[in-house]
C-alpha cells in the first residue's frame, strides 16, 4: 500500500524558512511524479511544485519560483520542499502527492496517492 507522510510545518515569520518532508513507501517511485500542492482556507488546491523521481527534473508554481526548492533523496524515499523567504500568502495545508507516470502535469486530478497534509502558517 503506497503511503505518503509530510512532516516540516510549522510557524514563521515572514522572511523566514521551513523544510517540509515527504516519507513515501509501499512501492518504488521510478516513474512517478512526486509533487507539492497547497491549499488555504477557502481556496481550490494548488499546485507548488514537482519533480520526476528518476532524473530530477523539477517544475515550480510562478508563485514561487526562486524560493521553494522541491529535491529527493532516493536512498531514504523521501521527498523534500525547501521554503525561503516565505510570505504570509504561502500559509495554507501543503500537501505531498504521487503521479503514475513520467508526464508532468499540475492538475491535482492527475495525482492518485496523497499525505495527510502539513500546516504552514507565515505571520507578517
Known amino acids: 500500500q503506497v503511503q505518503l507522510v509530510e512532516s516540516g510545518g510549522g510557524l514563521v515569520q515572514a522572511g523566514g524558512s521551513l523544510k517540509l518532508s515527504c516519507a513515501v513507501s509501499g512501492r518504488t517511485f521510478n516513474g512517478y511524479i512526486m509533487g507539492w500542492f497547497r491549499q488555504a482556507p477557502a481556496k481550490e488546491r494548488e499546485f507548488v511544485a514537482l519533480?520526476?523521481?528518476?532524473?530530477?527534473?523539477?517544475s515550480y508554481a510562478d508563485s514561487v519560483k526562486g524560493r521553494f526548492t522541491i529535491s529527493r533523496d532516493n536512498a531514504k524515499n523521501t521527498v523534500y520542499l525547501q521554503m525561503n523567504s516565505l510570505k504570509p500568502e504561502d500559509t495554507a495545508v501543503y500537501y505531498c502527492?504521487?503521479?503514475?507516470?513520467?508526464?508532468?502535469?499540475?492538475?491535482?486530478?492527475?495525482?492518485?496517492?496523497w499525505g495527510q497534509g502539513t500546516q504552514v502558517t507565515v505571520s507578517s
Open positions: 502527492a504521487a503521479k503514475i507516470g513520467s508526464a508532468v502535469v499540475t492538475t491535482p486530478d492527475a495525482y492518485a496517492y
Open positions: 519533480i520526476r523521481w528518476s532524473t530530477g527534473v523539477t
